[in-house]
């Protein structure tokens, strides 16, 4: 059984970059038949997908914050990251790292992490 | 990219039906049959419901359901149960490999 986990730092000052980690256990990241994505839900809100990646290290981002992300993907160590720069409160979510159906459960994420609350404040 | 639109709640008695819709547009729902339901309770990540509109995966209940009408996208939870009772997230696919989530709907249970 896939599962994933988040990493990474719980606070953020303003300004600064959030780097987030997520490791996939159970199951290879280079498989062709999944994306790998981050989506974020702000304190009592909705969810809001960011972008996701391919295991060839193709990205595709939301518009909206696609001049401060930056998504990239390490095979070896079965691992996808999210960097998001000059961060303000806003910012502040849990995020979630997720799989994306491609050849079957067609553009569903199939598979959550837990989730990671990061808080942007000085 | 607007969020797709649901109500901000349902409710029903136990083993009555709930149906939750998902308003979208032409550009979204209205023009891709890649629509997935996902099932959030507090604290917890979301979880997979229904995919490709009306699909359920492995080990969701057949009480869940889902389809399509035009730009609105609906779930049908029949036979409610004191489990259901969470919050409920649409999804579809949007073009230019993006994807819109709903605004999302509190389900109650009575």
């Known amino acids: 059984q896939v599962q994933l986990q988040e990493s990474g730092p719980g606070l953020v000052k303003p300004s600064q970059t959030l780097s987030l980690t997520c490791t996939v256990s159970?199951?290879?990241?280079?498989?062709?038949?999944?994306?790998w994505s981050w989506i974020r839900q702000h304190p009592g809100k909705g969810l809001e997908w960011i972008g996701y990646?391919?295991?060839?290290?193709?990205?595709y981002y939301t518009p909206s914050l696609k001049s401060r992300i930056i998504i990239s993907i390490d095979t070896s160590k079965n691992q996808f990251s999210l960097r998001l720069s000059s961060v303000t409160a806003a910012d502040t979510a849990v995020y979630y790292c997720?799989?994306?159906?491609?050849?079957?459960?067609?553009?569903?994420?199939?598979?959550w992490g837990q989730g990671t609350m990061v808080t942007v404040s000085s | 990219q607007s969020a797709l639109t649901q109500p901000p709640s349902a409710s029903g008695s136990p083993g009555q039906p709930v149906t939750i819709s998902c308003t979208g547009t032409?550009?979204?729902?209205?023009?891709?049959?890649?629509v997935s339901w996902y099932q959030q309770h507090p604290g917890k990540a979301p979880k997979l419901m229904i995919y490709?509109?009306?699909k359920r995966p492995s080990g969701v209940p057949d009480r869940f359901s889902g389809s399509k009408s035009g730009s609105t996208a609906s779930l049908t939870v029949s036979g409610l149960q004191a489990d259901d009772e969470a919050d409920y997230y649409c999804?579809?696919?949007?073009?230019?490999?993006?994807?819109?989530f709903g605004t999302g709907t509190k389900v109650t249970v009575l």
């Open positions: 997720a799989r994306v159906g491609f050849a079957e459960l067609h553009d569903a994420f199939d598979m």
């Open positions: 159970g199951g290879s990241i280079s498989t062709g038949s999944y994306y």
């Open positions: 990646i391919f295991y060839t290290g193709n990205t």
């Open positions: 032409s550009s979204d729902v209205g023009n891709y049959n890649y």
């Open positions: 490709e509109v009306n």
């Open positions: 999804s579809s696919y949007a073009g230019s490999n993006s994807y819109v």
